[in-house]
């Protein structure tokens, strides 16, 4: 599974044998398919390990009765937290994440991650804290303010410190809220 992550992060599903990540784990390619009936049940596999993880991660004792603008602090920090401490899975995730190749129960997953955040989106629109727009709009800034900064640090184009992640944060609020 690690050299599978490995690869498909550097390389993507199609630029990615089953014969090189067998390779990479240092097993024979029957190895792999014995536990795998193919390529796509193994990167499936693969997303949902993780996007499981992250989800957990995120979620995993998060105080939800507190105030909107500390919970949005407490998501960003624990996604940024993440993405840092599993830089190689935010990029198999992301270089993954509308593929052809996902799966229902991958799609599924996705989609109930996703909920979690519109929900607390949708109650702050609610509540007059956010801009009235759908969630899924909310969401889709959100999504990709966090990814654009992942991406830049992952670059080398901006340097990950404690001010650039709260600047980040606060910008990304202030195009959120009212």
């Given at each position: 599974m690690n050299a599978a992550l490995e690869l498909f992060a550097e390389r993507g599903f199609h630029g990615t044998s089953v014969a090189e990540i067998a390779d990479r784990a240092q097993v024979g390619a029957g190895t792999i398919y014995r536990y795998f009936e193919d390529k796509e049940v193994l990167v499936n596999a693969l997303y949902q390990h993780w996007k499981r993880e992250m989800r957990a991660y995120v979620r995993t004792d998060l105080h939800m009765e507190a105030p909107p603008r500390q919970l949005f602090h407490d998501l960003w920090n624990r996604m940024i937290t993440f993405s840092r401490r599993h830089t190689q899975v935010v990029k198999f995730l992301e270089f993954h994440h509308h593929a052809?190749?996902?799966?229902?129960?991958?799609?599924?997953?996705?989609?109930?991650?996703?909920?979690?955040?519109?929900g607390f989106l949708e109650q702050c629109r609610v509540q007059q804290i956010t801009k009235e727009a759908p969630p899924e709009v909310l969401l889709a800034v959100l999504n990709g303010a966090y990814m654009g900064v992942e991406k830049a640090r992952m670059n080398g184009e901006i340097e990950a410190t404690p001010e650039t992640d709260a600047l980040a944060e606060e910008i990304c609020w202030e195009a959120l809220r009212r």
């Amino acid at each position: 599974m690690n050299a599978a992550l490995e690869l498909f992060a550097e390389r993507g599903f199609h630029g990615t044998s089953v014969a090189e990540i067998a390779d990479r784990a240092q097993v024979g390619a029957g190895t792999i398919y014995r536990y795998f009936e193919d390529k796509e049940v193994l990167v499936n596999a693969l997303y949902q390990h993780w996007k499981r993880e992250m989800r957990a991660y995120v979620r995993t004792d998060l105080h939800m009765e507190a105030p909107p603008r500390q919970l949005f602090h407490d998501l960003w920090n624990r996604m940024i937290t993440f993405s840092r401490r599993h830089t190689q899975v935010v990029k198999f995730l992301e270089f993954h994440h509308h593929a052809p190749y996902l799966d229902d129960r991958s799609r599924d997953l996705c989609d109930r991650i996703h909920e979690d955040f519109k929900g607390f989106l949708e109650q702050c629109r609610v509540q007059q804290i956010t801009k009235e727009a759908p969630p899924e709009v909310l969401l889709a800034v959100l999504n990709g303010a966090y990814m654009g900064v992942e991406k830049a640090r992952m670059n080398g184009e901006i340097e990950a410190t404690p001010e650039t992640d709260a600047l980040a944060e606060e910008i990304c609020w202030e195009a959120l809220r009212r």
